[in-house]
């Protein structure tokens, strides 16, 4: 059976696989209620950055949610892309 990772040029075609196949094996009937919507959909929960485990306890980023999508915790939103902010560092200076 061919699978969407079998031509890929990178490893993360693979990785979503693992996934993917985890989450079926694991939990088919979550899955089927999910994709038939016979099932409530779960809480929205925020996912943030995890600074640090200390003694097995996560430490999580608790600003996280006032940042914008320009990766800025600035007011306002620039609207430009993360990259675009960035210094290009293989500019030559003289």
């Not at 059976?1 to 979550?30: G, I, K, N, W």
């Not at 995890?50 to 940042?67: M, R």
């Amino acid at each position: 059976m061919a699978t969407v990772a079998d031509e890929a040029r990178c490893y993360l075609a693979s990785q979503h696989q693992v996934v993917v196949t985890s989450l079926l094996d694991r939990f088919p009937a979550a899955v089927t209620g999910h994709v038939t919507k016979n099932t409530e959909p779960a809480p929205r929960m925020l996912i943030s950055e995890l600074l640090d485990i200390s003694d097995g306890q996560a430490e999580i980023d608790g600003d996280f949610p006032n940042k914008q999508p320009d990766w800025t915790y600035d007011d306002v939103d620039s609207g430009q892309p993360p990259a675009e902010r960035l210094s290009d560092h293989r500019a030559v200076s003289g």
